[in-house]
């Protein structure tokens, strides 16, 4: 038997204390820092179990450690002890249990005397018994036992940690549906067992907090949310809460099982995980600040306030089925209010309908019939499925069949909430599941098809329970008790090895020193490389004791430079500082390896102490040099662990945007000559081999599996598909695999290269480079690298955790693109980059910067004033050029960029929430907002003109119009034209099905298009009153629209721009070749020609051809996310969101800048792009006259750059 505790942990302030932030010490009360792992048991050099996860001490303390000047007052409920169950899942989406129990424990007098805190102060310490079972009823029980003997006044029998040891070491789980253990701590017995196998899985939890906190109405909306793998927040000031209603909600759609992230308690620092795209399961303490986030499509369960949020629609459950299980429901929780109208006695009773035991207080009993009605539910809405399991090669179950059957049987329409479940990860893993005999055998839904097909009573499904389980009972043989009591004033300490000591005084007398440290060491070679003059003289024993010595303090000196490598600030260059210096002198002369080994050893301890691998732009590029010094010195000393520990801890380390987009510093290696060499991974695959925790497992299922995760690195570093497999084959030739496992293996590498050309496009590559290497999107100094989307492990669980829907229209996108030609854009990564490449570096430094300041929160909105905007008869105003900011400080800000140092002009107040959009003219400035409002101001005065109220949802799109009207859209599907003078609205102009993200209109003909969730493109004729097309095409969301003459261009989340005709209302063409979602489509009226950006960060130009459009050019000098396009005659401007801007200049035709007869697109060249500070910026604006853009950060800050200063 297994044992049912698999750790005990304690997690709090250990001897290095930084802040959340980074900041190394002490810095006060109030003031959140990083907990660590002080004691466990089993310990550290414990080989039976895994090592506990090493994000276990965040996630146990979401809110990080609080130091407090006194301890628990039985008077004050915010000192109390917390006790509370989390859930972690691992990478194969297995789930670890862990019960803590939080509470304010006294600083240790060693770290208070290093670190100079105040005498007497307390700090939030937190007690966790972790399982591999979901028995959160024994673990809480267990737990909650221990931390009473341990404050208990009369004490225990034996130390606490052994008493510990003995618990964790010999409590053993139960066989399912046979045995109960009974133990005991102390005095107390505690006991646990678990149900058969053969019925409903095991849930320890009860269902009550769950039916409590929701109506019957929210409960479903919860649960078809789920179901059909919305992104799911879940928020409460309860951190039990969180994960018992994850669990529980989880437990109710079995036999379905979620398939994606899963956090039910989210540490607080992890706030922007929210933001991310794909679906998610995750809690939150309603305490953390969400309101700078987008939190678009994210459905909000506030289970304090029985409130559900979403400004994505959820489609209802359809009838009968819907009525059915509320019905089913409101019986179980109101039995007495549902069958009040009933007889309950005599020959027409009803009594037998209803739940015995009304007045019972909630059990298990209820739990049983609560997952019952949620089991019956998709037995009747999933009736005769199995007639429709088809293996073929595009899918297992034939949706539309199913569907057709349905809409006969139930006389309705094909109902939106059955097809978006039947296109579920969840619903297609059970199907693939059910192909499985264990599954077959034991498949409780269509053991309740069958029994509700037969008339029988549906809890015959379920194993009786005749037999009684076998009393097991674990005795302590602790022998004879003495008198003694141990008793104790905070919680013990588990003894420490010597070396755990050593270590800890270390870093304490570092901490206490720390000043004088600084003061006494200068930035010189470090000195104790050399020899000692009395080497000579030392026994070889001694000789031995000072090589530890050295290697020790060699370590010890690594892992301190790399954590002030990591706190470099943002206007700190690291390749030319101190840390970065002296660690590539400890890795550059030492003949033995010590540097190169002791610093990747460093950052594998740094990744599994919890650190989350995220490096800013130019942290990325020193320790990606300093990783290739170090892979370089191990391949010289034939030293193959350290390459290996290299290649997995640079699979690790990567740089983001705003948007997730993700460089890893593994994709940059592939220049090194070790990754050619079959003998390097082989080894690699020996290591695999040896470390695998699943030896009983099939050979071949665990060579396949090994060498799986060898492709992976393979692919991260992008080696060339073909020499990636000679090496792989040559592997799994040596280790008699069969053919079924080598179809796999190449299935896999397949899967692998097409979704790279997917993403990246077909693209031509350099003749000194590896074979079938492909230009990377990210990089724009690289270029002899061979890149991949992401590197190892992290890049293809990325890829596979997308959506089914989005691999196979990349595969398609990738077969149309090369069968129309793709093929010919042969410059696309060829001399017109390069070209771009050193404009670049020659005018980087010939540009000027300026930072605004004014906002308090993040920048939302951005608008530059145009000369077309604000010109009348006299000529051009003094206001063209301006730039009018807003930010979610509710506040809009207009910006003069002549008057240097002081550009802030006016501050204009009025909205109550976040401002999303601002437009202007000759006198006004308009500005809507998420408090569903449109405001209108005086732009000379800045006095409120006008509050145009109408839409009920947040304002997206704003726009001024001739004659005093006003054009918005919002996220209530609306576009409405109001009249500034009389605050009226004149008409509801245009209805979408859901919220518009985008707009666009022509003033000279009235033709209105509009487009965003529901991904239709609509066209109106305003003058006319009419709707004249419905553009549908997409399959995601709209985010992007331009309209010019006849032509209207749309950008889409499914990766595709698409060409329409206004007058025709058809589809001209469509561009494929982005790796992520199209956020802004530019026109090019002279060339007639198109600009597309994307979240990967390629900018591309297409040409309009006789033969159709192509990609004549792909820009790749950002690497966030493009925000903006903005084109001109001769110049066009670029923002990213990774805080880079570029402006294009396209020389005049008369000046020989190109040929008539050529390519116009390609003309483009790039003039200038400024220096990149580190910032996430959301909104960018152009001023192409005066070649000026500006960009809005997070953080608040403008950066307006113009390019035409110092040249």
């Not at 949020?309 to 019905?327: C, D, V």
């Not at 207080?361 to 019956?376: A, I, N, S, Y």
Request: charged content about 20%.
């Amino acid at each position: 038997m297994a044992p049912i505790f698999e750790y005990f942990v304690v997690c709090g302030i250990g001897p290095e204390i930084r802040t959340l932030d980074g900041d190394k010490g002490f810095h006060g009360y109030g003031v959140m820092y990083l907990p660590s792992l002080l004691d466990q048991y089993p310990p550290l050099n414990h080989t039976l179990y895994h090592p506990p996860p090493p994000q276990l001490p965040t996630c146990v303390l979401p809110a990080g450690v609080e130091f407090y000047s006194s301890g628990f007052d039985s008077n004050d409920a915010s000192t109390f002890p917390r006790s509370y169950p989390i859930v972690l899942t691992e990478g194969d989406g297995s789930k670890i249990y862990v019960s803590c129990i939080a509470f304010r424990d006294p600083v240790s007098e060693d770290i208070a005397e290093a670190y100079r805190i105040p005498p007497n102060s307390y700090a939030d310490k937190c007690i966790c018994l972790v399982s591999r079972s979901p028995s959160f009823r024994v673990l809480k029980h267990a737990l909650e036992e221990l931390f009473a003997l341990c404050f208990s006044p009369s004490g225990s029998s034996k130390p606490l940690w052994e008493i510990i040891a003995y618990m964790v070491s010999n409590i053993r789980l139960p066989t399912p549906g046979k045995d109960r253990v009974l133990f005991s701590i102390e005095n107390c017995l505690l006991s646990v067992e678990a149900p058969p196998k053969d019925g409903l899985p095991h849930a320890d939890i009860s269902f009550q907090p769950l039916v409590q906190c929701l109506d019957v109405d929210n409960l479903i909306k919860l649960f078809t949310a789920v179901l059909l793998e919305r992104r799911v927040l879940l928020r409460s000031n309860k951190y039990s809460l969180l994960t018992l209603v994850s669990e529980a909600i989880c437990h109710l759609i079995y036999p379905f099982r979620w398939q994606h992230v899963y956090i039910p308690l989210l540490f607080f620092s992890g706030v922007d995980y929210i933001d991310a795209p794909t679906p998610y399961m995750m809690g939150l303490h309603s305490g953390v600040d969400t309101s700078t986030l987008t939190m678009d499509g994210v459905v909000v369960v506030d289970l304090e306030y029985n409130r559900i949020t979403t400004s994505e629609e959820i489609p209802p459950i359809p009838e009968p089925e819907l009525s059915a299980l509320r019905g089913e429901i409101l019986k179980l929780l109101c039995p007495n209010v549902v069958g009040i109208d009933h007889v309950k006695t005599g020959p027409c009773s009803t009594s037998d309908q209803y739940p015995k035991g009304d007045n019972k207080p909630w059990g298990e009993d209820h739990d049983l019939q609560l997952r019952l009605v949620f089991l019956k539910f998709f037995a009747s809405i999933l009736s005769g499925y199995r007639n429709f399991i088809e293996i073929s090669a595009n899918h297992v179950f034939n949706t539309q069949a199913f569907l057709k059957k349905r809409s006969r049987s139930t006389n309705q329409p094909s109902e939106p909430m059955i097809a978006q479940f039947l296109d579920s990860h969840g619903f297609l893993d059970y199907v693939e599941r059910g192909m499985g005999s264990d599954e077959k055998n034991n498949n409780l839904l269509e053991k309740l098809q069958d029994a509700i097909g037969r008339g029988q009573n549906p809890i015959s499904i379920f194993p009786s329970n005749v037999v009684e389980p076998e009393i097991i009972t674990i005795s302590d043989p602790g022998g004879k008790i003495s008198g003694a009591k141990y008793t104790y004033d905070r919680f013990p300490s588990d003894i420490r090895t010597e070396e755990q000591e050593e270590k800890r005084r270390q870093i304490l007398a570092a901490a206490s020193g720390a000043f004088e440290y600084s003061g006494k060491h200068t930035p010189s070679s470090p000195s104790f490389l050399g020899k000692d003059s009395k080497a000579d003289s030392l026994s070889p024993m001694e000789r031995a004791a000072e090589r530890d010595r050295m290697v020790l303090d060699i370590k010890v000196k690594l892992q301190g430079l790399w954590l002030r490598l990591l706190k470099l600030g943002a206007t700190e260059d690291p390749l030319s500082s101190f840390e970065y210096g002296t660690i590539l002198a400890l890795i550059e002369s030492d003949a033995e390896g010590i540097g190169g080994s002791g610093f990747v050893e460093c950052i594998r301890e740094h990744i599994h102490s919890g650190w989350h691998c995220q490096l800013t732009e130019e942290q990325f590029i020193a320790v990606k040099e300093l990783l290739k010094t170090a892979i370089s010195r191990a391949t010289s000393r034939n030293d193959m662990l350290t390459i290996r520990d290299a290649v997995e801890v640079s699979a690790e380390m990567y740089k983001k945007d705003a948007n997730n987009v993700q460089d890893y510093i593994q994709r940059h290696l592939i220049s090194l000559s070790i990754w050619e060499e079959l003998r390097f991974w082989e080894g690699y695959f020996d290591y695999l081999m040896e470390q695998s925790s699943n030896k009983a497992a099939n050979y071949a299922s665990l060579v396949t599996a090994q060498l799986i995760m060898v492709a992976s690195h393979m692919a991260g570093l992008g080696l060339p598909d073909t020499d990636a497999w000679y090496m792989i084959e040559t592997i799994a030739e040596k280790n008699n695999i069969g053919y079924k496992q080598f179809i796999k293996l190449r299935g896999f590498l397949s899967h692998i290269q097409q979704l790279r050309i997917g993403y990246w496009g077909i693209t031509s590559t350099k003749a000194q480079s590896l074979s079938h290497g492909l230009a990377s999107p990210r990089s724009a100094t690289d270029e002899n690298q061979q890149p991949a989307e992401a590197s190892g492990r992290s890049w293809v669980q990325s890829m596979f955790s997308r959506d089914t829907a989005s691999r196979t229209n990349s595969f398609s996108r990738v077969r149309r693109w090369t069968s129309d030609g793709g093929l010919s854009a042969a410059n696309e990564n060829g001399s017109p980059r390069k070209q771009d490449l050193s404009t670049a570096g020659q005018k980087k430094t010939q540009t000027s910067v300026r930072v605004l300041r004014g906002h308090s929160g993040a920048v939302t909105a951005l608008h530059c004033v145009t000369r077309r905007e604000v010109w009348d008869l006299v000529g051009d105003r003094e206001d063209a050029g301006f730039f009018i900011s807003g930010s979610t400080d509710c506040t809009v800000k207009i910006w003069d960029p002549s008057l240097r140092g002081s550009e802030l002009r006016a501050t204009l107040k009025g909205h109550t929430r976040t401002v999303r959009a601002i437009s202007s003219d000759r006198g006004k400035v308009v500005s809507g907002s998420d408090d569903q409002s449109v405001l209108v101001w005086d732009k000379q005065t800045t006095q409120l003109l006008e509050e145009l109220k109408g839409h009920d949802a947040q304002v997206s799109c704003v726009r001024m119009l001739s004659g005093e009207r006003v054009l918005t859209a919002a996220h209530d599907g609306t576009v409405k034209m109001w009249d500034v003078r009389t605050d009226t609205c004149v008409a509801t102009v245009g209805r979408c099905s859901s919220a518009v993200l985008c707009m666009e209109y022509d003033d000279s003909t009235g033709i209105l298009a509009a487009a965003g969730r529901d991904a239709v493109a609509n066209i109106w004729d305003i003058r006319a009153g009419r709707q004249m097309h419905k553009l549908l095409g997409h399959t995601k969301w709209i985010r992007s629209i331009r309209m010019v003459g006849d032509t209207v261009i749309t950008g889409s989340d499914d990766w595709t721009a698409r060409l329409w005709s206004v007058s025709r209302g058809t589809c001209d063409a469509v561009l494929a070749c982005h790796a992520g979602p199209i956020l802004c489509v530019e026109y090019s009226a002279l060339d007639k020609g198109i600009i597309t950006g994307s979240t990967d960060g390629l900018l591309r130009f297409w040409e309009n051809e006789e033969e159709g459009i192509r990609c004549v050019k792909n820009v790749t000098i950002h690497t966030g996310a493009i925000l903006s396009i903005n084109a001109g005659e001769h110049w066009l401007g670029i923002g990213a969101a990774d805080n880079s801007m570029s402006l294009y200049h396209r020389p005049q035709e008369r000046l020989g800048g190109f040929s008539s007869a050529g390519s116009k697109m390609a003309g483009w060249q790039l003039y200038r792009t400024p220096q990149r500070t580190v910032a996430v910026v959301r909104c960018v604006a152009s001023d192409l006259e005066r070649k000026r853009i500006c960009s809005g950060g997070r953080n608040g800050l403008l950066r307006l750059w113009e390019a035409t200063i110092n040249i």
